[in-house]
């Protein structure tokens, strides 16, 4: 298995998960997010890069990283950017890496104006709803794709 690293990647406001808006994006912090991504990786003997930022083209920065540091893949929460940036499907789209596009809540129940995702057009899978488990969701499916064996 040549490729073991998965970038994962947060867009704009997710640094405040677990402090504001509980109701809608739980309890989890962003660091248990990671916690939770490297353990789930590291089952598979898979290792994360894991990232947030509030600025998109730091974002299109490191999907373009993840290509140049021959990662095997990408998660990616867009947040307020899913809806807006042809920029960063470009960048998905230039890297030809599975990229998988999680949403802590299901957007499709939300108001209309987040249902329209330029990321999953271009998207390997989508998981929206199981809140923060959709990021371990992600990375198992991932692991399968990659040729990842668990580890016992
Ligand atoms: O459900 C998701 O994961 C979203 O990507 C979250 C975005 C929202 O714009 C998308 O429609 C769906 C918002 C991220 C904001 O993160 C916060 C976290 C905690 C408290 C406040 C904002």
Redesign the pocket.
């Known amino acids: 298995m040549a490729k073991t690293t998965i970038y994962v990647l947060n867009?704009?406001?997710?640094n405040?998960?677990?402090?504001?808006?509980p109701e809608?994006?739980g309890r989890a912090t962003l660091a248990d997010v990671e916690k939770l991504c490297a353990e789930t990786a590291k089952r598979f003997g898979l290792d994360i890069v894991f990232r947030q930022s509030n600025r998109e083209g730091e974002l299109i920065d490191w999907i373009q990283e993840a290509h140049t540091k021959d990662a095997g893949a990408i998660v990616i929460?867009?947040?307020?950017y899913?809806?807006t940036s042809i920029a960063i499907m470009d960048a998905l789209l230039a890297v030809k890496l599975p990229a998988i596009e999680?949403?802590?809540?299901?957007?499709h129940t939300?108001e209309s104006f987040?249902h329209n995702s330029y990321i999953s057009k271009v998207a390997k899978a989508v998981i929206?709803g199981f809140g923060v488990d959709g990021y371990a969701l992600a990375i198992t499916g991932l692991a399968g794709l990659l040729g990842a064996r668990q580890k016992d």
Do not use: D, F, Q, S
């Open positions: 867009g704009p406001n997710l405040l998960l677990g402090t504001r808006e809608k994006y929460n867009p947040a307020g899913t809806t999680v949403h802590i809540t299901n957007i939300r987040r929206a």
